[in-house]
């Protein structure tokens, strides 16, 4: 239950907080306009462009050394977010990225945040 609190507050104001967008470690971002961000233990670069009225969002992620003595080694993601929905990408260190597709599309917005265990009250 808390998480879905958590999650319902923070969608909350991703739909509600242009004017603080400096504060809390958001990007608006417009189509094709390119933004890079930590993820984990490495680096992503992303952009979205608008499909049939969908966010379709493209991201390029990168180890922060070279992988297995491979320089450039990475990987590379498409995917669509609907109007008024989110997608996530997480890394094993917690560090993590939301990306919120504003109703009409015309905006992206992007939430870094370190995602914290929770194992609830202690029923012993």
């Known amino acids: 239950m808390r998480a879905f609190i958590?999650?319902?507050s923070l969608a909350a104001s991703l739909a509600t907080a242009p004017a603080i967008a400096q504060d809390t470690g958001?990007?608006?971002l417009e189509p094709a306009q390119g933004q890079s961000f930590e993820?984990?233990?490495?680096?992503a670069v992303?952009?979205?462009?608008?499909?049939?009225g969908h966010c379709k969002?493209?991201?390029?992620?990168?180890?922060?050394?070279?992988a297995d003595g491979v320089k450039g080694a990475g990987n590379r993601v498409s995917f669509v977010v609907?109007?008024?929905?989110?997608?996530?990408?997480e890394s094993p260190e917690g560090k993590s990225v939301m990306f919120f597709c504003e109703r009409d599309a015309?905006?992206?917005?992007?939430v870094p945040f370190k995602r914290v265990a929770?194992?609830?009250p202690n029923r012993g």
């Open 118 to 120: 929770y194992a609830g």
């Open 46 to 52: 992303g952009y979205y462009t608008i499909k049939d």
């Open 26 to 28: 958001r990007y608006v």
């Open 6 to 8: 958590i999650a319902a």
């Open 39 to 43: 993820v984990g233990a490495g680096k």
């Open 82 to 89: 609907a109007p008024g929905d989110n997608g996530l990408i």
């Open 106 to 110: 015309k905006h992206m917005s992007v």
């Open 57 to 66: 969002l493209t991201l390029t992620f990168a180890p922060e050394k070279d």
